[in-house]
């Protein structure tokens, strides 16, 4: 698994409000995730949604994802084409939650130093390294477990039991949460 694109670098201890206010939780509940989408960072930076592209990486300083949890935030990244979240460490319901719905959030705390918003990193997530395109620097990274890989690679714990069962392609199950 490849992944290829522009990052935008956060900082530590981001709570899953700072990047959805609590007032659009009602859209996130009702699964109305591109509509949830069009609010990222408003309160924060209001031209993100304006020029995130498709493939963009977050990366994020330590324990990203804390405070109330929905899956809201990590689906209106998905809805926004955000590939991975990549950080020094996560709250283990975000990593969780986001890896059982098909977004990577993977922790890779040596990549932090190295990057800056604005650049395009390239990492295979089999290898041993990560390619910051913009600064012409290699970085050295640890591979991502071959069973993790296989989970993110189907799109989520849904899709992979799925395909293990032998199921009929069937959409993957957007939130977990009634």
Not at 82 to 96: C, M, P, Y
């Amino acid at each position: 698994m490849i992944l290829s694109g522009r990052v935008w670098k956060f900082g530590d201890q981001l709570r899953s409000s700072y990047f959805v206010s609590g007032r659009y939780d009602p859209l996130g509940r009702a699964g109305k995730f591109e509509e949830l989408a069009q609010h990222v960072l408003e309160d924060v930076d209001p031209t993100f949604v304006k020029n995130v592209r498709p493939g963009d990486l977050l990366v994020v300083g330590t324990a990203f994802g804390t405070g109330k949890h929905l899956d809201g935030p990590i689906n209106a990244f998905k809805a926004l084409g955000i590939s991975a979240v990549l950080g020094k460490s996560f709250s283990a319901a975000w990593e969780r939650d986001s890896i059982n719905l098909g977004l990577p959030a993977l922790a890779y705390p040596e990549l932090y130093d190295h990057v800056e918003t604005g650049d395009e990193l390239e990492m295979d997530l089999r290898g041993t390294k990560a390619i910051n395109r913009s600064r012409q620097t290699a970085i050295a990274v640890h591979p991502t477990d071959p069973g993790l890989l296989e989970l993110l690679e189907a799109g989520g714990v849904a899709a992979y039991t799925a395909r293990r069962l032998g199921v009929a392609d069937r959409p993957a199950a957007a939130s977990h949460h009634g």
